[in-house]
């Protein structure tokens, strides 16, 4: 999955309007689908995460967002990425 992402990002720009991540759920993996993932959304597009729950996923995004993103269901967790903004 991470090839794919980084054959994407040697021709295209972010295009992505909706990303959907649900991998694994350890801290390591939830940072590296992050940050792959992430690079292909387009400013102002969403990123929603899956089991927020999870005490790994959970302190990935708290750690990273803090208060920028919102809880959506007690699983599911939305960010969206700024204008001009990173990651």
Known sequence: ADEMA???????????????????????????????????????????????DHPDTKRYLDELFGEKIEILHGKIVRWKKPYGGVL
């Open 6 to 52: 980084e054959l994407l990002l040697d021709w295209a720009r972010p295009f992505v309007k909706l990303l959907f991540i649900d991998g694994h759920h350890d801290y390591d993996s939830v940072k590296r689908n992050t940050e792959t993932w992430t690079r292909l959304v387009q400013y102002g597009g969403v990123v929603l995460w899956h089991d927020y």
